[in-house]
C-alpha cells in the first residue's frame, strides 16, 4: 500500500522522459493514472509499465492546446476511476531561437502548448477537485522561467507564465483545500543532453554546484513529495530541483 492507494492522478506529456517517470512514481505509490499525450498509442509503453507496478492505467489522446480535448479528458478520467485527486502538467514543448528570428508561429506554439495546456487542465480539474473539496496540482515550470535563456524567449515566458499562473490559482483555490505548486527543474539528463558536445556538457555543469545533471526520477520524487501529506501546508510555491544552478 502507498501514499497515494485509491487516488486518482493525471499525467500530461506521459509518453516519455519526465512525464513517464512521473507516473511510475505516482503509480508506485498507489495511484491509478490517466496518461495524457497527442496521441495515445505513444502512451502503451508508459501504460504497461503502471500498470505492473500493480495500479490502472488509462490512455488518453489529447492536444493539451484544445479546450474540447482537455475537458473531454478530464471527463473520461473521472468516469474510469471515479474522480480526479492529482494533476501534474507536465507536456512541453520548445522551438528554439534568437529574438530577432522567431516567428509568430514559433511564439504561439510554445505559448499554447506550456501555457494554454496549463491553464486548460487546470480550469477543467478545478470542478471536479471543488466538488470533493480536496485536490493536488503539480506544474512541471523550468529554472528558465527563473532566470531566462538567450535563444528561449518563448519558452522563459511560457515557463514565467506557468510560475505566475501556479501561483495565482494556488490563492483562488485554496479555500477549497486544492493545493497548486511548481517544480523548476534546472539541467536534467535526457536524449537531448546525450547527444550534446562534451565541450557544451562541461559548460553546463560548470554552472551546476553539484557538478552533475539531474535525471527524470528527481523530478518524480519532487512531484511526488509536492503530491501527498507530506506537503500539506505548502501551495503557491516553486520548488526548484536545480542542483544549486539557480538560489
Not at 71 to 88: H, P, Q, R, S, T
Not at 180 to 194: D, H, Q
Not at 204 to 228: E, N, S, W, Y
Not at 238 to 246: A, E, Y
Request: proline share 2%.
Amino acid at each position: 500500500m502507498g501514499e497515494l492507494t485509491g487516488k486518482t492522478a493525471i499525467v500530461t506529456g506521459a509518453a516519455r522522459g519526465i512525464g513517464r517517470i512521473i507516473a511510475e512514481e505516482l503509480a508506485r505509490n498507489g495511484a491509478n493514472v490517466a496518461l495524457c499525450d497527442l496521441k495515445a498509442e505513444w502512451l502503451s509503453e508508459t501504460a504497461a509499465a503502471v500498470e505492473a507496478l500493480g495500479t490502472k492505467a488509462i490512455c488518453l489522446a489529447v492536444n493539451v492546446s484544445s479546450g474540447d480535448d482537455v475537458n473531454k479528458a478530464v471527463d473520461e478520467a473521472v468516469a474510469a476511476f471515479g474522480g480526479v485527486d492529482i494533476l501534474v502538467n507536465n507536456a512541453g514543448i520548445t522551438k528554439d531561437g534568437l529574438l530577432i528570428r522567431m516567428t509568430e508561429e514559433d511564439w504561439d506554439a510554445v505559448l499554447d502548448v506550456n501555457l494554454k495546456g496549463t491553464f486548460l487542465f487546470t480550469k477543467a480539474v478545478a470542478r471536479p477537485m471543488m466538488k470533493s473539496r480536496q485536490g493536488v496540482i503539480v506544474n512541471i515550470a523550468s529554472i528558465i522561467g527563473l532566470i531566462g535563456n538567450a535563444g528561449q524567449c518563448n519558452y522563459a515566458a511560457s515557463k514565467a507564465g506557468v510560475i505566475a499562473l501556479t501561483k495565482s490559482s494556488a490563492r483562488e483555490l485554496a479555500a477549497r483545500n486544492i493545493r497548486v505548486n511548481a517544480i523548476a527543474p534546472g539541467f536534467i539528463e535526457s536524449k537531448m543532453t546525450e547527444i550534446l558536445p562534451e565541450e557544451v556538457k562541461q559548460k553546463m555543469l560548470d554552472q551546476i554546484p553539484m557538478k552533475r545533471f539531474g535525471g527524470p526520477a528527481d523530478v518524480a520524487k519532487a512531484v511526488l513529495f509536492l503530491a501527498t501529506d507530506a506537503s500539506a501546508y505548502i501551495t503557491g510555491q516553486v520548488l526548484s530541483v536545480n542542483g544549486g544552478m539557480f538560489m
